[in-house]
Every structure is written in C-alpha cells, then in structure tokens.
C-alpha cells in the first residue's frame, strides 16, 4: 500500500508537470506567434542599437510579431527579418516606417512600426521591406549632454567674470550701480519720464472726451469724415489756397523789385516822384487843361446857336436821328 501511494503521488506530480509545460508553452508560443499563420517582412538598419531574435514588433503600440533574424550583409546594413502575425498584417500599409527604441528605461530592444502618411497605400504581402526612420541613440543623447555642460560650464565662467567687474564698479554697468550720482540722476529721469506718461494718459483722456461729446451723425465732424466728396472739395480747397499764396508771395517779390528799382533808379518815375516842382508843375497843366476844355466847350455851345453854323448841327441830328431808327428797325 505504500508503495502504491507513492507511484499515485509520483503520477499526479508528472501529470500536473506535463500540463504546466503544455501550458508554457502554449503561452510562450502565442505570445512568440508560433501557432498562427505569419508573414515575413524586411527592414535593412545601419544600427540595430542591441536588438536581439524574438523581440516584439509593434504597430502603432500593438505587438504583431517577433524578430526572427537579423543578419549583416554589408557594412553599415544589417537586414531585420519580422515575422507578422496575418491578421494583424492586412492593417499594415507598405508606406510604414520602422524603427528601433527601448521598451521603457530599461527595457528590451523592439521594433516600432508607425502607418505612413498616405491613406491611398496597399496593404504588404510576404517578403516586402520596409522604410527605415533613424533614431536617435543614447550615445547620441550622452554626447549632446557632454557639449551642453561644456557650453554651459563656459557661459558660467563668463557670467562670474562680469559679475566681478559689476561689482568693482568696472564698466558703464558697474558705473551705474555703484555711483550713487548718477544712480539719482536715473531715478530722477524715471520719475520725469513717469511724469511725462501720466500727462500724456491726461491728454489723451481730455481728447478722448472731446471726441465722445461730437455728434458724428449730425455735426459738420460726421460730414468732413465721412464723405469722400466733401474731404476732396476741402482737399481742393486748401490746394488752390496753398497756390494762391504762392502767387501772392510772387506778385509782393515782384513789387518789392519795383519799388527798390524805383527809389534806387534814376528814371522819370523816381524823378516825378521826388521833384515836388515839378509835380506842382503837373497840376497846374492839369487844371488848366480842365479850364481849356470847359472853355472849348463853351465855344462849340455858342456856335451851335450862330446862325451861320445852325443849319450844320441841324444836319448832324437829323443824320444821328436816321442811324437811330434804322438801328432799332434792323433789332
């Protein structure tokens, strides 16, 4: 009997072994995509950065596949063999681009899949490469990290020798700082410069409030703003003004010239001019021109009414008469 119990104890141990191993390996082999239909797909690197056979192969953050070989074919190309899981192949377009990153910090090596930008692409078949997106490495990432701490060790060597030159006084900004005159001196030229905004932000206010008071739909404002006809007219107007005194100023330079050439020269007008005799001399023939004339007519009034020269005059109406009524007949 105990040695029965110890053949059953035996058994059902090798029995639950068997199904466990069964069941690794089922799980290991669906994980590895050993029991479902695969295709090949291709992608040539020139860095596979660590990746190693049976790394997953994601598309779009999904695993569809392992890596199922890498092999170097020449230098700087090493070809990555991903067996893809059918199914999860015919939403995988041939634009797609691979690559390879770290799965996490510490993570295994996996090749990402991204879909392409093109909507109208096929789906791949067995045997088809795929595009290749570099990326960045962690040497890569620890190289750029070394030159930023060199720059910035650097920069800070440079700021503590301005530093110490600002403190000394040394230069216009360690002159600013530490004399205390012309420290005043600016703070005096802020403040006027506050002074000056603040009368500014006044004015503005008033005029402001100027404009607010303004009618703009019934006063003369609303016209000469709005009305393209009117702005022209004054346009026009201040145009015409702005020649008209223009001439003005020519016609005062020209009589400015005539007036000097006058008292300056020595012709007959500065001479009538200056010499009082001879203009008490011009008004005397004048006005014994004007008595002359008053005279004549007298004359030619009395010979109107002589009796040799009546006959004459007579004529010389009678002729005046005719001009007049023909000139009426004819309008």
């Given at each position: 009997m105990g040695k029965s119990s110890n053949k059953l104890s035996v058994g059902i141990f090798v029995v639950v072994g068997t199904i466990l191993l069964v069941t690794a390996l089922y799980f290991v082999g669906k994980q590895q995509h050993l029991f479902s239909k695969s295709i090949a797909l291709y992608s040539v690197f020139a860095d596979v950065s660590g990746l190693q056979l049976g790394n997953n192969v994601r598309y779009s953050g999904v695993n569809v596949g392992t890596v199922s070989k890498i092999e170097m074919t020449a230098e700087g190309k090493i070809t990555v063999e991903m067996s893809i899981d059918e199914q999860a192949a015919q939403f995988i377009?041939?634009?797609?681009?691979?690559?390879?990153?770290?799965?996490g910090l510490v993570g295994s090596m996996v090749v990402n899949l991204v879909p392409g930008e093109e909507k109208a692409s096929k789906v791949v078949k067995s045997g088809d490469q795929i595009l290749v997106k570099s990326k960045i490495t962690v040497d890569e990432i620890l190289e750029t990290f070394s030159k930023t701490n060199e720059s910035a060790a650097l920069i800070t060597s440079d700021l503590a020798k301005i530093t110490h030159k600002v403190v000394d006084g040394q230069g216009a900004l360690g002159a600013i700082l530490s004399d205390e005159l012309l420290e005043n001196d600016l703070r005096r030229s802020i403040a006027a410069l506050k002074r000056t905004a603040e009368g500014s932000n006044q004015a503005m206010a008033q005029v402001n409030a100027i404009i607010s008071k303004i009618n703009y739909d019934e006063s003369a404002a609303a016209v000469l703003l709005s009305d393209p006809?009117?702005?022209?007219?004054?346009?026009?107007?201040?145009?015409?003004?702005?020649?008209?005194?223009?001439d003005i100023n020519k016609v005062s330079r020209s009589l400015d010239q005539y007036v000097t050439e006058i008292k300056t020269s020595k012709g007959s007008l500065n001479y009538i001019a200056k010499d009082e005799g001879?203009?008490?001399?011009?008004?005397?023939?004048?006005?014994n021109v004007k008595e002359a004339t008053d005279k004549l007519n007298q004359n030619m009034e009395a010979?109107?009414?002589?009796?040799?020269?009546?006959?004459?005059?007579?004529?010389?109406e009678k002729r005046k008469q005719k001009d007049l009524e023909n000139s009426d007949v004819k309008q």
């Open positions: 377009k041939k634009d797609a681009v691979a690559s390879i990153s770290s799965d006809k009117t702005r022209a007219q004054i346009q026009n107007v201040f145009a015409n003004l702005e020649k008209s005194s223009k001879l203009a008490k001399n011009i008004d005397s023939t004048v006005i010979l109107k009414h002589n009796f040799l020269f009546r006959g004459y005059f007579r004529k010389l």
